[in-house]
């Protein structure tokens, strides 16, 4: 079949020279062969080397579409209107191929946009013969409306030449998209489609210089199945880069997205896992992913266990590629899962901590606004009755002990409350709160608070706690004279750094305090380090992420 295909695009050329020579149209026909001989020859290579791509044969019909214009020259009134009929086909046979490299299918936007060229190249210019357009040699002729066809023509040619710069458009979004390796190629067929549309309004407004301007079109135009097999080239030598994706995957590295990136050159290629027991796709690093439509799914006995997520390959390119990344996607697989878990953990442990810290919140609230309250009317109460004993000194005294009583508790029950929740920090922030913890600190403090705003409410509490107990540990037992805490914005991190002047030697590893205090900052996923050399006094560390 090819081969008949190829004795068909000869006869082709010799005919279009053959109509074209009574006329003297020899200069545009031999443009005409050139785009015929050039589609034909390159589309019948690559169908011969890719038979399972529908682009070959795409290029073939575009180089025999392109031949039909040519009709138009014919003597004979039936050939003179079938080349009038298809004389504008060949713009949607260009749109069409340019958009659909290198596959052969068109998807998107793109889909839409050829199907209506191909409507308006056919249906505007048939509606033009009917009203007569285009003389007297055109047999559908029915009305004799020459002026009408003329205006429907204008708005066939602007209809096609706004298509066809819509189809650039989709070519500039794919050219940022694309790697710096094949820019040049999405930019030649930028180049043929602004070519034809600038062709297409020139012929409409049959400003002088047109027929120049079209032989450089149709110059360019033959030059793009050149550019073409250079695309198909590189896409066989992308595949025999395969070769080292599989040396790189041997190596098995901790992320396996930069050597997809590379094989299938690719920057936004990237593998995804597939987790059952979390029922969601993740990165290599464990956290949730989104799978685009695009992705191309790799599976076991009928299983989804990992995609690639790339934007439109060559086939065969990317089957190799899958088939690498088969071999070695077990243990990628298992350290997505372990971080994955880790990742899971860490929430829990800041669910767990958010939890607490709204029941201690809650707690406060109902202490102040309950036993507080009856406390302080409790001794109210008591007061009013003391004042009215004024011949009972014994029961004055009674009374006088049992307001102390209940002052103590309150103050006790206040302390306690305060311990649960800091009112004071929610209400004026770090800043404050952190000068109050201060002023009760067993020992002097010098406090730097370097905050020009309000932190996220977990971040406040958890650096208000570790000051809080990092200055507790200080007074029972650093033997410090002296402590420092310093509390300033690093960019996205809150640095709180507490330093005492004491006998140093902490025990980091026994007790609950600085453990209680680390669960509590690695939870916000931040650190928390401590150094106490012998002598040298204990300086705590804390970096809380609050971007």
């Not at 025999?240 to 050597?259: I, K």
């Not at 971080?339 to 709204?358: D, I, K, N, Q, T």
Request: net charge neutral; aromatic share 4%; proline share 5%.
């Amino acid at each position: 079949m090819r081969a008949g295909l190829a004795v068909a695009g000869l006869a082709a050329a010799a005919m279009s020279i053959a109509l074209a020579r009574p006329g003297g149209h020899l200069l545009q026909a031999g443009l005409f062969v050139w785009i015929l001989l050039a589609y034909v020859s390159c589309g019948l290579l690559a169908w011969t080397r890719r038979p399972e791509s529908a682009f070959g044969r795409l290029m073939v019909l575009v180089g025999f579409g392109a031949s039909l214009s040519t009709l138009a020259w014919s003597s004979n009134a039936l050939l003179h209107t079938v080349g009038l009929a298809l004389d504008l086909l060949v713009v949607a046979l260009f749109l069409h191929v340019f958009l659909a490299f290198p596959s052969g299918r068109l998807s998107g936007p793109a889909r839409p946009l050829v199907v209506t060229a191909y409507a308006v190249s056919i249906g505007l210019q048939l509606t033009v013969m009917v009203l007569g357009g285009f003389g007297p040699g055109n047999l559908l002729r029915v009305f004799d409306a020459p002026s009408v066809a003329e205006v429907v023509h204008g708005v066939e040619l602007v209809t096609l030449s706004v298509l066809l710069l819509a189809g650039l458009g989709l070519l500039g979004v794919r050219l940022r998209a694309e790697p710096r390796a094949v820019r040049w190629l999405i930019g030649s067929f930028a180049l043929g489609l602004l070519s034809l549309a600038v062709l297409l309004v020139l012929g409409l407004f049959v400003i002088p210089g047109f027929a120049q301007v079209q032989q450089a079109t149709l110059a360019v135009l033959g030059l793009a199945p050149v550019a073409f097999l250079a695309g198909l080239l590189d896409a066989r030598l992308a595949r025999a880069s395969v070769g080292e994706l599989v040396l790189a995957l041997r190596r098995e590295p901790d992320d396996l997205s930069p050597c997809l990136a590379r094989a299938l050159r690719d920057p936004t290629a990237s593998l995804l896992y597939w987790l059952p027991q979390y029922r969601s796709w993740v990165d290599h690093d464990g956290a949730p992913a989104a799978l685009p439509s695009s992705a191309t799914l790799i599976e076991r006995d009928g299983e989804p266990v990992a995609a690639i997520t790339h934007r439109p390959a060559d086939r065969e390119l990317l089957e190799a590629v899958v088939a690498a990344v088969e071999m070695v996607i077990d243990n990628g697989r298992l350290r997505a899962e372990l971080r994955a878990g880790l990742l899971e953990v860490r929430a829990s442990r800041a669910r767990v901590l958010e939890a607490g810290r709204r029941e201690r919140r809650r707690l406060e609230r109902d202490l102040h606004d309950g036993a507080q309250q009856r406390l302080v009317g409790l001794s109210l109460r008591l007061g009013l009755l003391e004042s009215r004993l004024n011949d009972d000194p014994a029961a004055r005294q009674a009374l006088a002990a049992a307001r102390e009583e209940v002052a103590t508790s309150l103050s006790e029950l206040r302390d306690l409350a305060h311990g649960l929740y800091p009112a004071v920090l929610s209400g004026h922030g770090l800043a404050v709160a952190l000068e109050s913890a201060a002023a009760q600190a067993t020992v002097p403090v010098r406090l730097e608070v370097g905050l020009d705003s309000r932190l996220p409410e977990p971040v406040e509490v958890a650096a208000y706690y570790v000051v809080c107990e990092s200055l507790t540990n200080v007074g029972r037992h650093a033997g410090a004279s002296t402590a420092r805490v310093e509390v300033n914005r690093a960019g996205d991190v809150l640095v709180v750094e507490i330093a005492d002047d004491g006998v140093g030697g902490a025990d980091t590893t026994s007790g609950s305090g600085l453990r209680g205090l680390a669960d509590r900052v690695e939870a916000l996923g931040g650190t928390l380090r401590v150094w106490s050399p012998g002598g040298g006094g204990t300086r705590v560390r804390a970096d809380l992420p609050c971007g």
